[in-house]
């Protein structure tokens, strides 16, 4: 079974004036069929930390490995060939591509692959369906709504059918009842398919769905919990 | 799945790859059509130059290999007076000659109901059709059957209104004679034969009509397999020094040395033009920039490596270039059809030069290949991208709308780069002039390099302004400019190549045309009334004056007529143009083209004998100075002469021989003269002296009288219309470019609409704004123009510099500040007039414009 595993990862940006601690000595094992939370606040190292699972930016010290692999060793060609199947990651800014459809947005991952344009439909479509918008997938995102297009953003990352899930706020656009749906669905596919999620938030009520919580603080993987946390949980 | 048709590239579908294109011209249409738009200027002016230069000597040399068929020798005449006949059954004779065919060649003018036309008369035999050239081995099979008459091209017939069966005159040797056209040939089945400035006859009725019985200028001859150098050896034998041995088709080596001036300055046109297109196309990209860098950011995010991304990109940017490449040939190809067809005059004096475009796959490929490299260059930046660790560069960042804001110090790095490239194209040309085609593209590169400093000296100087001076569009102009970008260094660049191509051909020509007026005026001024056989510029054909000499001296208010020789002499690679002044000229050399030697002494030495004058282009060839002497391959043999001058080219490409008529009577052993000069008695106007002249000749439709300023008004028009495609080529590359600019700009204008309308939030009016759009254009255009003025004018020095080391043409350097301002005036104007419309559109938006998505 596949699992995402960060060992003393630090990871410091640098402007010149001064030095920004994104990511300092974190630890931290995500196994397959769990679905975990990162909670915290702005500026705490979240979104850094899905980078690095993403292979996106490498760690200045530590290692970040996925199924035995470590990322940083890999090659600019096998870290893209990473995200392009092995990763679902469901972007805050969503990223979508502007003046196409819902559909081809979400078939992106596939036809990079090398499947024809039919053939990554045809798998996408039953993922958008899934998340709601089976009767706006010819809707290009400008003539979708926020929400609409953070669901895009989801059924793009669902449907190479990753092996890792990595969501950076993916509810913050939606509203509290399909969030939940999209959270729900989130742990429903790693609890079935086995593989391990990774979900960035600070929305409380979000990481009341997920298996496991651990809350993130300038940097550092906070002791104990957060007491918001501990306060929801109770 | 696997489908040929849709092969996976670096991993994605073509099929995909195309979807991907489908969905960014759907979304950008505009910036697409813009960039597509520069690429097909830039090729409609590459094609447009290459088909004009292409065709001058295509269709010249298409007629000579139809002619010429299977031959690969001929005996060739020195002189139009050709040689004996008998030579032909001598040459028949030879071991391994396995077929020869005679010619006569000789410069005719026809005339008929619409008109007069010069052109080469061919009279040939039915042994040609032997030859099996194209344009001739229909004379003597199937439809035609040819027994006489004159066959014409349809060109010809056209220009002179004449039909088939109907009679024309033909004006030969200074006579008329009237024949019927037994023909007159279309393309197809004759190819080029339609369009050239030929007429084929009969070598009998030739020869009657030139006045050359028993006489060719030409044998054709095919050796049989293997034999050739044996045959060329007996040949030459045979011609004992007074017949050239030659390849058949040695007319092309020739042409092409007389075009070769043209072909070069062409040349740099045309690579200007690849310049602009590029320019522009990189500025119609420039403004998708971040839009792309974001794109390939999100691709990269998804998973895509860099061999996709750089597919997709290359994918993207061959069908932009193939697209507009094509619509670029159609256009070039109307281009050089509506503007660059005309054959230069003096050309067609000794070459016939048809009017054919000529079409090569191969000069559309170069066409094609410049649009397509072009449009790839353009589109890089994105892929600039993909440099390591920089995947997520373009989304994290904010990028502005106006291209990349070039780093601190670039301006300057640049600005030192165009100086030492400055520095190295003045040392490379003033060492090796033949570099200075080489050097005027280069001259075109610092020049763009400079861009940047002037744009960051502006910019600060803008700034400076605008802290002192009240003015509300300063300081959205001041705003704007505050960085140097890439699209206004490109959009600035446009300008200054348009402005930079323009200035320098078009002074270099404007030295030319002083040059040869000047040239032409001292050449005509020996005489007040000049009496040819009419068209001929270059005064090449002889003509029969059977006492006309005689009475033109004894005509009432004529003081002297003298007897003016000359023709061409195939000299090597060069057509000379052998100029043959009776001793009675007082300044056989013109004074003002004289570069090396003592006018006096040289004018001594020449009428002595022996001597002559020499172009420098030949002069340099074969070593030549002032006192050593050199051969020149006359009818009676090789005759040594002195070099008692150097001059220029005296406005012939190829070069020219100034010798004195006695001899040019001796050694080309003829009395016949090119031209009368006539001088009449003090008190007797041209108009008095013109009649006289025309009494004591009697009717003579094969000769004109010119006086000296008709002459020179007609070497004048010939000149300007022997230039005609240089000014074509510099006014459409100006008005292009204008073009290009406006589009450019106003696009880019076009697209800061919500940056325009957060100002009207704060209280600007669309005045105020509309206002300030023009100011900054003004600023961009104008700095554009004054680099490439600066660099025109430079260019300009160099460019003469070459016609006259390189070329040996006269073209005496003169600054024209008034053409350079109105070059400049007409770039502006056109820019602004285009600009003012969608800028005030812009000026316009509302101000809720910036508040939506």
Not at chain 1, 35 to 64: E, Q
Not at chain 2, 271 to 283: D, K
Request: aromatic residues 4%.
């Amino acid at each position: 079974m596949s699992a995402l595993e960060l060992r003393e990862v630090v990871k410091h940006y640098s402007s010149g004036i001064e030095t920004v601690k994104a990511v300092d000595g974190i630890s931290l094992t995500v196994t397959g069929g769990e679905f975990v939370a990162l909670y915290g606040p702005s500026g705490s190292g979240k979104t850094t930390l899905l980078m690095l699972a993403a292979g996106l930016v490498t760690p200045d010290s530590g290692s970040v490995s996925f199924d035995g692999r470590v990322l940083g060793e890999l090659s600019e060609r096998d870290s893209a060939l990473y995200r392009r199947r092995d990763v679902g990651f469901i972007f805050q800014a969503f990223h979508l591509m502007p003046h196409t459809s819902a559909l081809d947005n979400a078939t992106i991952k596939l036809t990079g692959d090398g499947c024809t344009l039919r053939e990554g439909r045809r798998r996408a479509l039953p993922w958008l369906e899934r998340v709601g918008l089976g009767a706006r997938v010819e809707h290009t995102p400008e003539q979708l709504s926020m929400g609409e297009r953070q669901r895009i953003a989801i059924a793009r990352a669902l449907a190479n059918e990753p092996r890792l899930l990595l969501a950076d706020e993916p509810t913050g656009n939606l509203d509290s009842k399909r969030g939940r749906e999209i959270l729900e669905l989130m742990r429903d596919i790693c609890h079935e398919r086995g593989i391990p999620g990774l979900l960035v938030t600070h929305d409380l009520d979000a990481t009341t769905l997920v298996d496991r919580v651990h809350t993130l603080r300038d940097g550092h993987m906070a002791d104990g919990m957060d007491p918001e946390l501990a306060a929801t949980s109770s | 799945m696997k489908s040929p048709l849709n092969p996976p590239i670096a991993g994605v579908r073509l099929s995909m790859l195309a979807h991907l294109y489908w969905i960014r011209l759907r979304s950008h249409v505009v910036q697409e059509l813009l960039a597509g738009s520069g690429i097909a200027v830039g090729v409609a002016l590459v094609l447009g130059v290459l088909v004009a230069n292409a065709s001058l000597t295509g269709s010249a040399g298409e007629l000579v290999h139809q002619l010429v068929g299977s031959a690969r020798l001929q005996l060739a005449a020195r002189s139009q007076d050709g040689f004996e006949e008998r030579l032909l059954d001598s040459s028949r004779r030879l071991p391994g000659v396995a077929a020869a065919a005679p010619v006569l060649r000789e410069d005719i003018a026809v005339v008929g109901p619409h008109g007069r036309q010069s052109v080469q008369l061919l009279g040939v035999t039915t042994a040609v059709v032997r030859l099996g050239g194209f344009a001739t081995r229909e004379l003597g099979l199937g439809g035609f059957r040819f027994t006489g008459g004159l066959i014409l091209p349809a060109s010809v017939a056209s220009a002179v209104g004449a039909e088939l069966g109907g009679r024309v005159t033909v004006l030969a040797f200074g006579s008329a004679h009237t024949t019927t056209v037994a023909a007159v040939v279309k393309s197809p089945p004759f190819g080029v034969l339609a369009s050239s400035p030929v007429a084929v006859t009969l070598l009998s009725s030739a020869q009657r009509m030139s006045g050359l019985p028993g006489r060719l200028t030409q044998v054709l001859i095919e050796p049989q397999q293997g034999a050739d150098s044996t045959v060329a050896a007996e040949l030459r034998t045979l011609a004992a020094g007074r017949v050239s041995v030659a390849s058949a088709d040695q007319e092309l080596s020739l042409l092409d040395e007389a075009v070769k001036p043209n072909d070069e300055s062409t040349s740099l046109f045309a690579a200007i033009s690849v310049m602009v297109g590029f320019l522009l196309a990189l500025n119609a990209m420039l403004l998708t920039v971040p839009e792309r860098r974001r794109f390939v950011a999100d691709l990269r995010l998804q998973g895509y490596d860099w061999r996709q991304i750089i597919a997709l990109l290359t994918f993207q940017a061959a069908v932009l270039g193939v697209v507009a490449s094509a619509v670029g040939v159609v256009a070039g190809d109307m281009l050089s059809h509506a503007f660059l067809h005309r054959i230069p005059a003096y050309l067609t004096t000794a070459f016939p030069v048809g009017t054919q475009q000529t079409l090569h796959i191969g000069t559309i490929l170069i066409a094609v290949g410049c649009g397509v490299l072009a449009t790839m260059l353009a589109s890089l930046s994105p892929a600039l991208d993909l440099r390591p660790g920089r995947p997520t560069d373009a989304v994290l960042r904010d990028r502005s709308g106006g291209g990349e804001v070039l780093a601190h110090r670039t301006p300057l790095r640049l600005a030192l780069l165009s100086t030492a490239l400055l520095v190295l194209i003045t040392a490379a040309v003033l060492l090796a002039p033949g570099l200075t085609i080489v050097g005027g593209m280069a001259l075109a590169l610092a020049a763009l390099l400079a861009i940047p400093s002037l744009f960051a000296c502006v910019a600060r100087a803008l700034r400076w302004v605008g802290e002192r001076v009240p003015s509300s569009s300063l300081i959205v102009v001041v705003s704007e400019l505050r960085a140097v970008t890439t699209r206004s260094v490109a959009l600035a660049g446009i300008a200054a190549l348009a402005v930079y191509g323009s200035v320098a051909i078009g002074g270099a020509r404007a030295d030319l045309l002083r040059g040869l007026d000047a040239n032409f005026a001292e050449y005509l001024d020996t005489a007040q009334l000049w009496v040819t056989t009419g068209g001929n510029d270059l005064t090449t054909n002889a003509f029969n004056a059977e006492g006309a000499t005689t009475a033109i001296a004894r005509a009432s208010g004529v003081a002297s007529v003298r007897v003016y020789q000359g023709g061409f002499l195939d000299v090597g690679p060069r057509r000379m143009w052998i100029i043959a002044r009776p001793p009675g000229d007082a300044s056989p050399i013109p004074a003002s083209q004289l570069l090396h030697g003592n006018l006096e002494h040289a004018t001594r030495l020449l009428h002595e004998g022996g001597w002559a004058a020499v172009s420098q282009g030949f002069a340099a060839e074969h070593h030549l100075a002032l006192g050593s002497s050199f051969t020149l391959p006359t009818p009676s043999g090789d005759a040594r002469f002195g070099v008692a001058a150097i001059t220029t080219n005296l406005g012939w490409s190829p070069g020219a021989v100034i010798m004195s008529s006695l001899d040019y009577s001796r050694l080309w052993q003829t009395t016949q003269p090119s031209a009368l000069e006539v001088n009449l008695r003090p008190g007797i106007s041209e108009a008095a002296g013109r009649r006289a002249v025309l009494r004591a000749i009697g009717r003579r439709p094969g000769l004109g009288i010119q006086t000296f300023g008709e002459r020179r008004a007609q070497y004048a028009a010939d000149s300007r219309q022997g230039l005609y495609a240089l000014s074509e080529i510099a006014t459409l590359l100006l008005i292009a470019a204008a073009l290009a600019v406006a589009s450019a700009l106003s696009a880019a204008i076009w697209q800061r609409r919500a940056r325009l309308a957060s100002l009207k939030i704060h209280g600007y009016d669309t005045a105020q704004l509309w206002r300030a759009l023009l100011l900054e254009s003004i600023i961009v255009l104008g700095i554009g123009c004054a680099v490439g003025a600066v660099a025109g004018l430079y260019g300009h020095a160099l460019a003469s510099r070459w016609l006259r080391l390189q070329t040996g043409f006269p073209a005496p350097f003169q600054i024209e500040l008034g053409r350079v301002v109105l070059t400049l005036a007409l770039l502006a104007a056109i820019a602004l007039a285009v600009i003012a419309l969608p800028g005030l559109a812009a000026a316009r938006a509302p101000a809720r414009a910036s508040l939506q998505e």
